[in-house]
C-alpha cells in the first residue's frame, strides 16, 4: 500500500468516513425560521434605498388624497404617508429582532443573501431566484 502513497490507517480511515458518514437534513422549522431571517434582511436593507429617495427629494411622502389624485405616472414618484409609517414602524420591529444583524452589506454579503434565500425557497417549493420580499 505505501507504493500508492496511502498508510494502512490512511485507508482504513477514508474506509470508515465512506460507510459511516451520515447527512443529516434540517427539520422543516429550520429552514422556515432562516427563510425568515433572510427575508427580514433583505427587506430592512432595500427600505434604506426608500428612505434616501425621500430623504434627497426623488420621492415625496404625500397623503393618500394626493396620491389617488396623482396620474400613474407621477404616483412613481411618491409614497403614501401611512406606508411611510408603517414602513418605519416595522423597520423598527426587524432591529429588535435582529440586533447588529441587518446590514449594511457589501455587494458580495448582498449575493451570499440573495443566494441563501433562493436556495432555501427552492428547498420549500419556490423557483429558482425567488428573492421577492
Given at each position: 500500500m505505501k507504493s500508492m502513497g496511502?498508510?494502512?490507517?490512511?485507508?482504513?480511515?477514508?474506509i470508515t468516513f465512506e460507510r459511516e458518514?451520515?447527512?443529516?437534513?434540517?427539520?422543516?422549522s429550520d429552514l422556515m425560521e432562516a427563510e425568515d431571517k433572510l427575508t427580514t434582511?433583505?427587506?430592512y436593507g432595500?427600505?434604506?434605498?426608500?428612505?434616501?429617495?425621500?430623504?434627497s427629494g426623488r420621492e415625496k411622502r404625500v397623503p393618500r388624497a394626493v396620491w389617488e389624485a396623482a396620474t400613474s405616472e407621477q404616483r412613481r414618484g411618491m409614497i403614501i404617508d401611512e406606508i411611510w409609517d408603517g414602513m418605519i414602524a416595522a423597520m423598527k420591529s426587524a432591529e429588535q429582532r435582529y440586533p447588529e444583524e441587518l446590514g449594511p452589506w457589501t455587494d458580495f454579503e448582498w449575493g451570499m443573501l440573495s443566494g441563501k434565500l433562493s436556495a432555501i425557497r427552492w428547498m420549500l417549493g419556490d423557483e429558482w431566484d425567488m428573492l421577492d420580499t
Open positions: 496511502l498508510e494502512p490507517s490512511d485507508l482504513i480511515e477514508e458518514f451520515r447527512r443529516e437534513f434540517r427539520p422543516l434582511q433583505i427587506w432595500r427600505k434604506w434605498g426608500i428612505i434616501d429617495a425621500v430623504e
